[in-house]
């Protein structure tokens, strides 16, 4: 892998859910700061940073925040059931055919003890109710995340 890549890699996999962005930022701070004669945090969580010299001028603008999810509830299984993290209701994802669908895919849960590491999952054949298994579509009441727990 080039550094390049390496550096995409490690800035796309911070985890930075929307209005809690700060490990995102953080570690701009911390990985800029040798580098800038100047850096500032607005109040919105922009971090802006002054390299200074002459000639032209260059700006990087990104999201510090991502798509998430909020955790509904923790049935006795272990299974972390999902909602959309999106405020607006007019803004919530929809699942559609043409959708890319996370089955087995990982997934982060931050907690206030540190990041669980966990896999986007569904409910499979054998345990689905006649009215799921009608169903053409799944919808976000169908996606939970699994934990690897055997328990609450």
Request: hydrophobic share 40%.
């Amino acid at each position: 892998m080039t550094p390049l890549f390496d550096l995409i890699k490690t800035y796309t996999e911070l985890p930075g859910p929307g209005g809690d962005e700060w490990i995102v930022q953080d570690f701009v701070q911390e990985r800029w700061r040798p580098h800038v004669q100047e850096m500032t945090l607005t109040p919105v969580g922009n971090v802006i940073a002054r390299v200074g010299g002459q000639g032209p001028r260059l700006m990087l603008a990104a999201h510090a925040d991502e798509i998430c999810f909020v955790v509904k509830y923790i049935d006795d299984n272990g299974f972390v059931w999902i909602a959309s993290g999106q405020r607006d209701p007019e803004q919530r994802p929809t699942l559609r055919s043409s959708v890319f669908l996370p089955w087995g895919h990982p997934a982060l849960i931050l907690t206030e003890t540190g990041p669980v590491a966990c896999l986007f999952a569904t409910l499979t054949g054998h345990v689905l109710t006649p009215a799921q298994r009608a169903m053409t579509q799944p919808t976000w009441n169908d996606i939970f995340l699994d934990v690897g727990a055997p328990s609450r």
